[in-house]
């Protein structure tokens, strides 16, 4: 019997202590019951990012976020003094939603000073407290200090806003989010304002759709339309040049298909439209000529790996957050959240600096088309996926070395079940700081 | 004759203002899944080669205050990158193994 294979010492899987090589389950992904243990042990325990503070653009901006996952929703707020807080989106009256859109199921934004339940019409200042009872008289031993909204824990990293769902979080946000997802700090978030969101209802577990994204063994073969007819194999695959892992979060890097960038390929291996508009799936062919753009002003977190040539960092934020950072001066954002065992919620946002003119647009337009098509192929083949596990054929799966990311998600999301099972905290709190890979 | 949607110098794609012309990109995508590739590879076989011309006419004008016409070409633009890839790489209207999945882009920068 021949037994193929690289050695274990010799793999990114191999460097991660405790990870394995071995077969592994998805149980987690398919079982009603293990759902209900991630939901209170990993989303109402850990940071979840729920927007950035561009939402929030002026004193009394707010918007909510839903998070089915928690049986809750969240009102996030700029208050007078510009700080950002988040309250439980719920009146401290009759329990009725406080703010919602078209039905209470919709989310909803605006600016506003105060907010009104439109029950009874209490009212509430951008801070949580309870500021008018209507006929307040008629209470008893009453003080409307002692009804605030109840509050989120709720942080600010490179202007992106995180709640956390937990009575007292176990770390601060910084801890959480440790030093290789603190590497981007200082990388010009702020600068791209220019939004193109996406929202999906997607037929599988969150982590299915997770992983289909923290890998690239897929992309030749499911995405193998990425390349001209004459570049296409089903043979050859790609390999990662770079992967890290730091806690519960992970890093995948790439410098382009074969290291060559997709701008830099010659015009018969591209399509016609990106060459005619000089625009792909990695983005614009010019990086814009912003100096905070400018390789040598990024922070060299980005590229951990220091990968030359460098096209993609893909920060797999835990539990279900995504920052994508191309080098042609652009980034993509996911959030997956889960509504059951088998569904969730994704979201997908292109972020770009603001269009000077129309044929940047155009470009932007051509990045956002082309990169969510590739999106659609494997939103397309969870449900099959899905199925395939739902089946209970197979209980035991087979993962190689470039999906170390799968088997670490996997891994990190149990550790947390047991660890809340065991004694009610989340992986990470036992010695005081956080579990480093 | 009646009025003319593009400007002047591209009224050879005229005949496919009224179609194409579209602002939201929901919109597009269901055009496209609505229409024949005969369909997609003619408005394609006129407009691509006008691309070029088209980005070099609408950078003449301030992005956030084009004239009703150029914004009218922009759109078409756009509609010529979403069938662009119909013709391109799949050879049908839908994405090849997308199934039935769906992306909603509820939020995207006007124009």
């Given at each position: 019997?021949v037994?193929?294979?690289?050695?274990?010492e010799?793999?990114?899987t191999?460097r991660?202590?405790?990870l394995?090589?071995?077969?592994?389950?998805y149980?987690?992904?398919?079982s009603?019951?293990?759902?209900?243990?991630?939901?209170?042990?990993?989303?109402k325990?850990?940071?979840l990012?729920?927007?950035?503070?561009e939402?929030?653009?002026?004193?009394?901006?707010?918007?909510?976020k839903?998070?089915?996952?928690a049986?809750?929703?969240?009102?996030?707020?700029?208050?007078?003094?510009?700080?950002?807080?988040?309250?439980?989106?719920?009146?401290?009256?009759?329990?009725?939603?406080?703010?919602w859109?078209?039905?209470?199921?919709?989310?909803?934004s605006?600016?506003c000073?105060?907010?009104?339940?439109?029950?009874?019409?209490?009212?509430?200042?951008?801070?949580?407290e309870l500021?008018?009872?209507l006929?307040?008289?008629?209470?008893f031993?009453?003080?409307?200090?002692?009804?605030?909204?109840?509050?989120?824990?709720?942080?600010?990293?490179?202007?992106?806003?995180?709640?956390?769902?937990s009575?007292?979080?176990?770390?601060?946000?910084?801890?959480?989010?440790?030093?290789?997802?603190r590497?981007?700090?200082?990388?010009?978030?702020?600068?791209f304002?220019?939004?193109?969101a996406?929202?999906?209802?997607i037929?599988?577990?969150?982590?299915?759709?997770?992983?289909?994204?923290?890998?690239?063994?897929h992309?030749?073969?499911?995405h193998?339309?990425q390349?001209v007819?004459?570049?296409?194999?089903?043979?050859t695959?790609?390999?990662v040049p770079?992967?890290?892992?730091?806690?519960?979060?992970?890093?995948?890097?790439?410098?382009g298909?074969?290291?060559v960038?997709?701008?830099?390929?010659?015009?018969?291996?591209?399509?016609p439209?990106?060459?005619?508009?000089?625009?792909g799936?990695?983005?614009p062919?010019?990086?814009?000529?912003?100096?905070e753009?400018?390789?040598?002003?990024?922070?060299p977190?980005?590229?951990?790996?220091?990968?030359d040539?460098?096209?993609?960092?893909?920060f797999?934020?835990?539990?279900?957050?995504v920052?994508?950072l191309?080098?042609?001066?652009?980034?993509l954002?996911?959030q997956?959240?889960?509504?059951?065992?088998n569904t969730?919620?994704?979201?997908?946002?292109?972020w770009?600096?603001?269009?000077?003119?129309?044929?940047?647009?155009?470009?932007?337009?051509?990045?956002?088309?082309?990169?969510?098509?590739?999106?659609?192929?494997?939103?397309?083949?969870?449900?099959?996926?899905?199925?395939?596990?739902?089946?209970?054929?197979?209980d035991?799966?087979?993962?190689c070395?470039?999906?170390?990311?799968?088997?670490?998600?996997?891994?990190?999301?149990?550790?947390?079940?047991?660890?809340?099972?065991?004694?009610?905290?989340?992986?990470?709190?036992?010695?005081?700081?956080?579990?480093?890979? | 004759?009646?009025?003319?949607?593009?400007?002047?110098t591209?009224?050879?794609?005229?005949?496919?203002?009224?179609?194409?012309?579209?602002?939201t990109?929901?919109?597009?995508?269901?055009?496209?899944?609505?229409?024949?590739m005969?369909d997609?590879?003619?408005?394609?076989d006129?407009?691509?080669?006008?691309?070029?011309?088209a980005?070099?006419?609408?950078?003449?004008?301030p992005?956030?205050d084009?004239?009703?016409?150029e914004?009218?070409l922009?759109?078409?633009?756009?509609?010529?990158?979403?069938?662009?890839?119909?013709v391109?790489?799949?050879?049908?209207p839908?994405?090849?193994?997308?199934?039935?999945a769906?992306?909603?882009?509820?939020?995207?920068?006007?124009?």
């Open positions: 019997m037994r193929s294979g690289k050695p274990s010799a793999s990114w191999g991660v202590p405790g394995g090589t071995g077969l592994v389950s149980e987690d992904s398919i009603p019951e293990f759902y209900e243990l991630e939901r209170e042990a990993v989303f325990r850990a940071w990012n729920v927007g950035r503070v939402q929030l653009p002026r004193k009394g901006s707010f918007f909510t839903e998070l089915t996952v049986a809750t929703s969240v009102i996030v707020t700029r208050d007078l003094d510009g700080r950002v807080h988040a309250f439980h989106n719920v009146c401290r009256h009759r329990g009725n939603k406080l703010l859109g078209e039905t209470p199921r919709d989310e909803t605006g600016v000073r105060q907010f009104m339940c439109k029950y009874h019409g209490w009212r509430y200042g951008l801070d949580g500021k008018f009872v006929q307040e008289e008629e209470y031993d009453f003080d409307k200090s002692e009804f605030p909204l109840v509050r989120v824990h709720c942080e600010v990293w490179e202007g992106f806003i995180f709640v956390n769902l009575r007292e979080p176990s770390q601060s946000l910084p801890d959480f989010l440790g030093p290789m997802v590497g981007l700090e200082g990388y010009p978030f702020h600068l304002t220019e939004r193109y996406f929202k999906a209802d037929l599988s577990n969150w982590k299915i759709f997770l992983d289909a994204f923290q890998e690239y063994y992309a030749p073969i499911l193998s339309q390349q007819p004459a570049l296409r194999s089903f043979d695959g790609f390999k770079y992967f890290q892992m730091d806690g519960p979060h992970r890093l995948v890097s790439t410098g298909w074969k290291g960038p997709r701008h830099m390929s010659p015009p018969e291996n591209l399509y439209i990106e060459h005619q508009v000089q625009a799936m990695m983005g062919w010019e990086r814009p000529d912003i100096p753009l400018d390789p040598a002003n990024l922070p977190g980005i590229n951990p790996g220091g990968l040539p460098w096209s993609i960092s893909n797999q934020i835990f539990p279900n957050f920052i994508l191309y080098e042609r001066g652009w980034y954002t996911y997956y959240w889960p509504t059951s065992h969730h919620t994704w979201e997908m946002s292109y770009f600096p603001p269009s000077r003119n129309a044929s940047e647009r155009i470009r932007h337009e051509v990045t956002a088309v082309v990169s969510k098509e590739a999106g659609l192929q494997d939103a397309g083949t969870l449900d099959g996926t899905q199925m395939g596990l739902e089946s209970r054929v197979i035991q799966w087979p993962l070395d470039q999906e170390v990311t799968v088997r670490h998600l996997h891994k990190a999301v149990g550790d947390w079940v047991q660890s809340h099972l065991r004694d009610g905290q989340p992986e990470g709190r036992r010695d005081g700081e956080a579990v480093r890979a | 004759m009646t009025t003319p949607m593009l400007p002047d591209f009224a050879d794609l005229e005949p496919f203002a009224a179609r194409w012309c579209i602002e990109e929901a919109a597009r995508y269901t055009e496209r899944l609505n229409s024949t005969a997609m590879q003619e408005f394609y006129a407009a691509f080669p006008r691309v070029p011309d980005m070099a006419h609408l950078d003449g004008f992005l956030h084009l004239p009703e016409r914004l009218n922009l759109h078409l633009v756009y509609s010529l990158v979403m069938v662009s890839l119909p391109d790489v799949w050879h049908q839908r994405v090849i193994d997308a199934g039935t769906y992306f909603e882009r509820h939020l995207e920068p006007h124009p």
